[in-house]
């Protein structure tokens, strides 16, 4: 049986190295990147500019994906309000233009939104909620969602909570490596404590995406998150636990957050919540969402951590994974 063609747009992203590490175990995946050329095994890339339509027409006639995901993107909620103009063009208009070719060459398209597209009110977020982003990085990304679902034939949307784990680019560190950089130099670092998100591990959302394109989900727009929402200090006091460092290196604060509205309520200062509801995805693909201590099991074990033998030992207990 011919192995499907996957091609990622956006290969030096953090989620885009991650899928084509993972995906290129079963699939042939082709790359794209921009200025950071990026080196993955089993993995073709490719220059590409999303916003140069030639060079996207380019591409998609080349490879002939059978599906294409779109990793490109400003992630960064305080780098969006600061270049909003940028934001617009990376997370929604360069989607335009790999989502005309899809069309035309017959190729589903696959976009990775987020959990910020809501307000941040203390309630769950169904899939069939409209979307009230109160931030230009959450704006620019429903903006995407609802060009996708009015013009797209074939296309599939993940809309997704905090996602974390290790990039593929040097010098250019997520939160979590941030977070094991502090630890290794024993370092101090003050964690977010006002919003609320869930958390789950890059390897297990791209073991989700590798289910709905096996299963040939299509036209659906899918809520996948932790089974619980907590903070970034809770993060790290759960990362503590499970990889047995001490607590008293990280510390409560309040991280920038840039609002759009800044009469927009706070929940009486208890802080912001983007709670996803995922019964959708549970009940289609026939699983349980992990919660945030399971989904760190799973990352001690895929990262095959080593505790110091004065740290306490990590919870054995079974994990239940797809």
């Known amino acids: ?10 290969i030096s992203s953090f989620v885009g190295s991650n899928l084509a590490e993972f995906l290129s ?28 339509k030639e060079e996207v027409q380019l591409v998609i006639f080349t490879v002939k994906p ?7 993107g400003l992630t960064s909620i305080s780098e969006c309000d600061e270049a ?4 617009d063009a990376l997370n929604t208009l360069g989607l335009f233009n790999v989502s005309e070719y899809c069309q035309r060459y017959k190729s589903q398209v696959c976009y990775i939104s987020s959990s910020y597209v809501f307000s941040g009110e203390n309630r769950d977020y169904l899939e069939l909620d409209t979307p009230n982003a109160d931030t230009v990085y959450g704006r620019t ?39 094991q950089r ?22 297990y959302f791209a073991m989700i995406v590798k289910l709905a394109i096996d299963i040939e989900l299509s036209n659906r727009l899918l809520q996948i998150s932790s089974a619980d929402y907590l903070t970034h200090f809770d993060f790290a006091s759960k ?33 912001l919540y ?18 945030l201590e399971e989904s760190l099991q799973f990352t001690f074990t895929r990262m095959f951590g080593i505790k110091s033998k004065s740290k306490v030992k990590a919870n054995s207990s079974d994990i239940k994974f797809i």
């Open 182 to 203: 502090t630890f290794l130099n024993r370092g101090n670092m003050v964690c977010d404590n006002f919003v609320h998100d869930g958390f789950l591990d890059v390897y």
């Open 25 to 52: 175990a079963d699939y042939k995946v082709v790359g794209t990147y921009h200025k950071t050329k990026t080196k993955i095994p089993r993995v073709l890339t490719l220059p590409c500019d999303v916003l140069a």
């Open 239 to 271: 990362y503590c636990k499970i990889f047995g460092e001490t607590q008293d290196l990280i510390h409560k604060g309040r991280w920038q957050f840039p609002q759009l509205d800044i009469n927009t309520p706070d929940n009486d200062g208890t802080g």
């Open 66 to 72: 059978d599906v294409t995901i779109y990793a490109v």
């Open 84 to 87: 909003p103009a940028i934001a």
């Open 274 to 291: 983007f709670k996803l509801n995922i019964s959708n995805v549970e009940s289609l693909m026939d699983m349980t969402m992990p919660t």
């Open 141 to 179: 990304k429903s903006f995407a969602e609802f060009f996708l679902q009015k013009s797209s034939l074939n296309y599939m949307i993940f809309r997704c909570c905090n996602l974390y784990g290790r990039s593929y680019r040097a010098n250019h560190y997520t939160w979590f490596e941030q977070l």
């Open 1 to 10: 049986m011919k192995k499907k063609t996957i091609l990622i747009f956006g």
